[in-house]
């Protein structure tokens, strides 16, 4: 009998730590001081509850992690602080890919924190830090539901520090209460962290996530219970002044040289712990990267995602509305214009703004944001008003409804363009079912019918098997002047399937089949575009990835075009309008292992082409001289080839970038981008030195110039510069 007794004692324990993991973590206020050097030798780190178990994630979730990790949480009355040790089974060397800061990539090691601090299992922040003592931080969006939903362009002050033993890594990290939000009072927040390993291709997180659903998933934290409810943090305002001198020069209108020195900033007020108003005056984009060129194969407008500092804190509430295509609210609109004369877009200078934004309380989240622009006499372009309003409230266990107001008006004539719209955005608490559903109406003068936009999305999500559909619906007069909608007039269904399989493989993770279809209409020229395709994908369990894809296109010319889109419209040989095409084409596309050093992917496809053939390949090739520099290389090659009389094209991209991370605080990188479509090299080098948290000076130099290839040998020709750029920018972080 006593083993009896012994084995459910034994149990009964078992079950009692299992339990108390699934409740949460407690955590305590430090009775003395913790000082951030990687050693735990403080007492409150011995009396602090451990977080451990960790479950694994990839390859497989339905064991306990190969290496062991454990966390401990205390704070003060300004600081929470994280101590976390990642167990290895021996010696080993560590993946990273580079010194820089807001890192991404695949199988490198790392530790990660995420805090729900609204308990709205929607919205979130994420810090993680490397063995290098490399950090990042993001804000996490919608739930979590995809990859795209973490924004790793948004910045704050944090401390960490890590060393790296015989057998472990541990790293110890202080988040300031004034750095997140959070509503005070509250008695608990939720949480969970999650490691990457790269010797054993391995991620673990400690509220367990089916590997079907994205490891941001919000659905499944746990939750951090304070032993008593937090208090206000106290007054919370930050000024970041900057200071730039800049020299420009356009060569391609031959304005003289243009020198000047800028003097402007932000400043982040806490209205509430949870409720943050941002100001700015004259601000500053200079030091924004780049965007990274594509080719443009397609009769519309390319998406670019927001990279401005001002815009991002909450920047979901507000650009979160609409779908993919069509996108309400677009914030790239504000400080950007399009010079008529030569339809190139252009910098609009920001006098000021303001924007306020953040939580009322766990239901309801708020927005407020008007920003006025310069006004532009060279383009007889009048200063303009930008002013939106967003309210979301949370409804039952993940979901939410939301309604958005724009307006965008003239102080000159009193032009205006507005829009209003409804959001409902659907999140169940078992993760199986996710979608959209929306309706907008834009104003202005004039066009009173068919302005609206409506979309019905939803999504079925289990492991082994995803069920997808989406049906849209836009008018002929939806006109949102602030928003990104390269398309109007449509209709469009689009289902999607693909079944997944989990095999029992020391090479493959996962495959399967899948099938979509995409198909749009207008009432006046009945359908014109489809596209049908069956593909399969594979996942390697050392990270590769193949995919592969049969499909086949419609499209119909209800316009005149020329599909091989010449940058000299004068040169273009149009279908006829009113012609239809059908064709076919093979697309493969593979990833290969992210933990090595050289890592390279590329995407090919091969077959016809409106009344022609096409063959593409677009891909990257980057090799890791670890930690200090990353030289890497974007292309695109298609050759279209059309019978006469119409165009024949070689589309050329290429962008090598030279990245140096010297130290964690100096950074250099040079890009450059040769795009024979736009007739045009860039060449962007910023050396950037990070002093302080969040304080950083930055020398950038721009430089653009034509660039043509013979028709005859391919030989590439640097020709006269067309626009060049220094600026040197001091950026200072001020806490008051």
């Avoid at 532009?376 to 372009?381: A, C, P, R, V």
């Avoid at 086949?552 to 316009?559: E, I, K, M, N």
Wanted: aromatic share 16%; with cysteine; charged share 20%.
């Amino acid at each position: 009998m006593r083993p009896f007794f012994l084995f459910l004692l034994i149990s009964f324990g078992i079950t009692a730590i299992v339990c108390a993991q699934n409740s949460g973590l407690h955590i305590k206020k430090a009775l003395g001081k913790i000082a951030v050097d990687g050693e735990m030798n403080e007492p409150d780190w011995d009396a602090a509850e451990v977080a451990g178990q960790f479950k694994q994630y990839f390859p497989f979730d339905s064991s306990y992690s190969k290496v062991r990790t454990e966390v401990r949480l205390t704070y003060d009355d300004h600081f929470i602080y994280v101590f976390a040790t990642m167990h290895n089974l021996g010696p080993r060397k560590y993946v990273t890919t580079s010194l820089r800061r807001d890192f991404s990539g695949g199988f490198i090691d790392v530790f990660n924190i995420i805090l729900d601090t609204y308990k709205d299992r929607t919205n979130a922040f994420q810090f993680g830090v490397t063995p290098f003592g490399v950090q990042r931080e993001g804000l996490i969006s919608n739930g979590g539901s995809s990859g795209d939903d973490l924004s790793l362009d948004w910045d704050n002050k944090w401390y960490s520090e890590t060393k790296i033993l015989d057998d472990r890594w541990v790293c110890e990290i202080a988040i300031p209460f004034k750095t997140i939000r959070y509503k005070h009072g509250l008695s608990s927040w939720h949480i969970n962290f999650y490691r990457t390993d790269s010797y054993y291709t391995e991620r673990s997180t400690w509220a367990p996530i089916s590997r079907a659903y994205p490891i941001l998933n919000l659905a499944t934290l746990r939750e951090l219970i304070w032993d008593k409810p937090l208090e206000h943090p106290g007054v919370n305002v930050s000024v970041i002044p900057y200071m730039a001198g800049k020299s420009l020069q356009d060569f391609e209108n031959g304005t003289p040289q243009d020198k000047n020195v800028d003097i402007g900033g932000d400043a982040k007020i806490a209205v509430s712990p949870a409720l943050n108003l941002d100001l700015t005056a004259n601000p500053d984009f200079s030091q924004v990267e780049v965007d990274q060129q594509v080719t443009n194969l397609n009769r519309f407008e390319i998406f670019y995602p927001e990279k401005r500092q001002f815009f991002l804190e909450n920047g979901d509430l507000f650009a979160n509305f609409g779908y993919s295509n069509m996108r309400p609210f677009f914030s790239r609109r504000i400080g950007v214009t399009r010079d008529p004369s030569t339809g190139q877009n252009i910098q609009n200078r920001i006098y000021g703004g303001m924007r306020l934004s953040g939580k009322i309380n766990n239901n309801w989240r708020v927005g407020l944001m008007t920003m006025q622009a310069a006004e532009d006499k060279s383009i007889n372009l009048p200063s303009i008003n930008y002013t939106v309003a967003a309210v979301q409230r949370k409804i039952f266990a993940r979901s939410n409804i939301g309604v958005i107001l724009i307006n965008k008006q003239s102080f000159k004539d009193s032009a205006y363009s507005r829009l209003i719209g409804i959001d409902y955005n659907l999140a169940s608490r078992n993760n199986k079912w996710t979608g959209k559903a929306f309706y907008h109406r834009s104003f202005d003068q004039g066009k009173k019918d068919s302005s609206y936009a409506s979309t019905a999305q939803l999504t079925y999500q289990v492991p082994s098997l995803e069920l997808d559909f989406l049906a849209q619906s836009v008018g002929a007069n939806y006109n949102p002047e602030v928003g990104y909608t390269p398309r109007t007039n449509f209709n469009r269904i689009a289902p999607e399937a693909y079944y997944n399989f989990y095999p029992k493989s020391r090479i493959i993770n996962n495959h399967g089949p899948g099938t979509d279809v995409d198909v749009i209409w207008t009432q006046q020229n009945g359908t014109t575009d489809w596209d049908a395709n069956i593909w399969y994908r594979i996942t390697f369990q050392n990270s590769a990835t193949f995919f592969t894809r049969i499909r086949q296109d419609y499209g119909l010319a209800y316009f005149a075009f020329d599909p091989t889109f010449p940058a000299d419209a004068t040169k273009a040989v149009n279908l006829p309008a009113g012609s239809s095409y059908h064709w076919n084409s093979v697309i493969l596309n593979f990833q290969s292992n992210a933990r090595l050093r050289l890592f390279y992917g590329f995407q090919s496809r091969i077959g016809q082409y409106y009344n022609g053939q096409r063959q593409n390949i677009d891909g990257f090739i980057s090799y890791r001289f670890q930690p200090h520099a990353v030289i890497s290389v974007n292309y695109s090659y298609n050759r279209i080839r059309l019978p006469l009389p119409y165009n024949s094209v070689d589309l050329v991209l290429i962008g090598p970038k030279f990245d140096f991370t010297f130290s964690r605080k100096l950074f250099w990188t040079t890009y450059l981008q040769y795009n024979n479509q736009i007739n045009n090299l860039n060449i962007n080098s910023r050396l950037q030195w990070r002093f302080k948290p969040v304080s950083d000076l930055y020398l950038v130099y721009t430089d653009n110039y034509f660039a043509e290839a013979s028709s005859h040998d391919q030989v590439f020709y640097v020709g006269q510069p067309k626009l060049r750029a220094l600026v040197l920018k001091l950026t200072y972080w001020i806490n008051m």
